[in-house]
């Protein structure tokens, strides 16, 4: 059954075709390909999609627009929860040639794609957006090591069991939204270093409608920065998101900082900040930055704020001052002014 999917900011409205199942949703943390290249490629500004990464352009030229407009429906409605011979190898990025979209291009294997540094044996937490809710289970798979991005990705590159599996996992936001997302703490597999590939199978419980993505990582000890959004580059933060230097894991109580772009409009964004804490837990913290440009902050939840100038405080509230360690908190902002997708000397202290 078709429905019509609306990608609405202040300023306007895009509307597009979505698929004719009932349930979307993408992995979000650790981000697939689909999401990434979403977040890299949409104008805030416009709505229109214009890649930067090359791996994005390179599947927005074999797959078109459309597949990064329909981000959340990398499906198969008679999936059923299957996965090692239902897709056939070097499809399983794309859940096949049998889903409403062709999302092809994201099977190209390729290293340049939009990336999240990790560190092996972390607790994290998984997020997967809502756009509909059904109930279901997620399940994580993770590459064998020797896993090559370079060569197309088959099955017998995973490995046979889920490193994380949960069922009905808790929801915040949506649906309908970019922001809205189940949520759940798991453990990330150890001894695992370099390059590897996350890949997510969400299964409804109330049909046979299955959900596959593929999310590229590193572990390299990261806390989930994300690297390769708006320009292609493996090395410099996403321009939708700023990270603070990352802190010294034998230091007590040690934090850092996570500055995204949610949305934006004519005049005004929204954004997030994510706190993450280091090998021990923090109590207390406080987060500070500067506007690249003139921009003001207009309000701010799950946190407290001053500003003076270009320079914005934000600390904890007493609910959410305690980040148990290697685990994050996360507060949202309003901002007047010209969106800032990165902002300068961000920086996280504790207590």
């Known amino acids: 059954m078709a429905a019509v999917v609306l990608f609405t900011a202040a300023a306007g409205i895009l509307a597009v075709q979505a698929a004719p199942a009932q349930a979307h949703g993408a992995i979000q943390v650790p981000g697939s390909r689909t999401w990434f290249c979403y977040q890299d490629g949409r104008n805030p500004q416009t709505g229109a999609i214009e ?15 459309t597949s990064l407009y329909n981000w959340f429906a990398v499906l198969r409605s008679d999936g059923a929860g299957r996965v090692d011979g239902f897709i056939p190898d070097g499809q399983l990025c794309s859940g096949g040639t049998g889903g409403p979209y062709n999302f092809s291009g994201f099977n190209l294997a390729r290293n340049d794609w939009p990336t999240t540094h990790l560190t092996a044996g972390a607790n994290v937490q998984f997020k997967y957006n809502n756009w509909a809710k059904h109930p279901g289970t997620f399940s994580l798979y993770i590459t064998k090591d020797g896993y090559d991005p370079t060569k197309p990705l088959a099955w017998s ?41 996350i890949y997510s199978v969400w299964s409804r419980s109330d049909s046979q409608e299955t959900f596959y993505g593929c999310s590229d990582v590193v572990f390299d000890g990261g806390n989930g920065e994300v690297t390769g959004i708006g320009g292609g580059g493996t090395t410099s933060p996403s321009p939708s998101t700023s990270t603070s230097t990352p802190p010294d894991p034998t230091e007590p109580g040690a934090c850092t900082a996570m500055y995204r ?27 500070s930055w500067t506007w690249p440009g003139g921009q003001q902050l207009a309000q701010v939840w ?50």
């Open 51 to 65: 890649p930067k990464n090359p791996a994005c352009a390179a599947a927005v030229a074999q797959s078109g627009v």
């Open 157 to 197: 590159d995973l490995e046979p069991t889920p490193f994380d599996q949960v069922t009905n996992p808790p929801a915040n936001g949506g649906p309908g939204t970019d922001d809205g997302h189940y949520y759940w703490n798991g453990k990330l597999p150890a001894g695992k270093t370099g390059k590897h590939l």
């Open 261 to 287: 772009i949610a949305s934006a409009w004519t005049g005004g964004f929204q954004g997030e900040i994510m706190v993450h804490a280091g090998a021990t837990p923090v109590n207390g913290w406080n987060i």
């Open 302 to 351: 799950s946190g407290k704020s001053t500003s003076s100038g270009s320079l914005v405080s934000v600390g904890n509230e007493n609910w959410n001052a305690s980040v148990p360690a290697n685990g994050s908190v996360t507060f949202g902002f309003l901002a007047s002014g010209a969106t800032a997708p990165q902002v300068q000397n961000l920086t996280c202290t504790t207590g």
